[in-house]
């Protein structure tokens, strides 16, 4: 078992990773919990919601709140149901909320637990690639219509308990979802790292390199929360590739397209960027390449309208004053945050569009 520290101004918590952690979970509860809740999705109970209640059930009397898969459920309607559901099973402040499940639940499951009573403890158990990212560094939230992750808290987690077996149940769009991740953080911290991940096919992962690459991109993304927590500074470079991203979500309905494949999208147009604004260099053909042979659906790029785009991106939330500022690369492990103007963002939109359907 591998474990990764994350350190924050309210407490440290371990990130364990390894394989079949879910059946160990009591031994890894660090205080005593009157009840416990775990908040799981449709998907995931029937995989592994009896094994993580029976396992838990050593600690304290277990209760469950399931909610259907996908993004659209990061949403106030299910927020207000699983708030109904904290209070229809009496936790109190010395219960413990269980985030089972991928980004999503992590993201929801945590905003509960930070509002709840003014905020309980509670733990990430993801179950996808993806959230590797998202499990870690406080950051909870729910979806407004109109943007992604617009109603939120810093709220730290008292563990993550990544049980790398889950993976193996993953669907491969799933896979692709958070390899959109692992690259975005190889891109902002290892050029090596960062080479090798375009050389290879995600289909032929081992368990070695997914390991390893889970923990490197957990490792990536603690070092910069530590250093801003409260993203004043530094953690706004996470948001590499995101910009655009969110864009596409909003504007497609949430769950149209994975976050994490929407995400590659977003790297690809903040290389575009970076390169022909900026003057960078960076290996756009070798990304376009590695986009196509592990099958992203690039494609949906020609499904949205450039000005549309920018709208959407003007509810980014590094955007001020109606200006949209972008992470961009000098190289790659260099990143920084500019400014682009509406009438730059429109032309290499369009032009990456134009590229994307043959025109």
């Avoid at 590797?132 to 992750?149: C, E, L, M, Q, T």
């Avoid at 549309?308 to 945050?337: A, C, G, W």
Wanted: proline share 3%; glycine share 8%; aromatic share 6%.
């Amino acid at each position: 078992m591998a474990s990764v520290t994350v350190r924050s101004s309210s407490h440290d918590y371990d990130v364990l990773i390894g394989k079949g952690l879910r059946h160990q979970l009591a031994s890894f509860l660090s205080s005593e919990y009157t009840s416990i809740l775990v908040i799981t999705d449709s998907t995931v109970k029937e995989l592994y919601l009896q094994e993580v209640k029976e396992s838990l059930s050593e600690a304290a009397p277990v209760f469950t709140a399931v909610v259907p898969a996908g993004e659209s459920s990061k949403s106030m309607t299910r927020y207000e149901e699983l708030l109904d559901r904290c209070v229809d099973v009496n936790l109190d402040r010395k219960s413990l909320i269980v985030a089972l499940g991928g980004g999503m639940i992590g993201d929801l499951a945590g905003f509960v637990a930070s509002t709840y009573l003014r905020g309980v403890d509670y733990i990430q158990m993801p179950t996808t690639i993806l959230a590797h990212d998202s499990s870690v560094g406080g950051k909870v939230a729910i979806n407004h219509p109109k943007g992604k992750n617009l109603i939120g808290s810093f709220y730290h987690p008292v563990k993550v308990i990544y049980d790398i077996e889950t993976i193996e149940t993953l669907p491969e769009s799933e896979i692709r979802s958070g390899y959109g991740e692992v690259i975005k953080h190889a891109f902002l911290s290892d050029e090596d790292w960062a080479h090798r991940l375009l050389k290879g096919k995600l289909y032929e992962l081992t368990g070695e390199q997914l390991e390893s690459d889970l923990r490197k991109g957990i490792q990536v993304k603690a070092s910069i929360v530590e250093e801003d927590e409260r993203e004043a500074g530094i953690r706004k470079y996470l948001n590499l590739g995101h910009t655009l991203a969110h864009a596409i979500e909003a504007e497609l309905g949430y769950g149209e397209i994975t976050h994490g494949e929407a995400v590659a999208v977003g790297l690809l147009f903040m290389m575009k960027l970076s390169n022909e604004l900026k003057g960078a260099q960076l290996p756009i053909e070798a990304y376009k390449e590695w986009l196509d042979k592990n099958n992203y659906p690039v494609s949906v790029l020609t499904k949205i309208r450039p000005d549309r785009m920018l709208e959407k991106m003007k509810l980014d939330k590094k955007t001020l004053r109606q200006k949209i500022n972008f992470v961009l690369l000098h190289e790659l492990s260099d990143p920084y945050v500019v400014e682009v103007e509406e009438e730059q963002l429109l032309e290499q939109m369009s032009l990456l569009i134009n590229e994307v359907s043959g025109e």
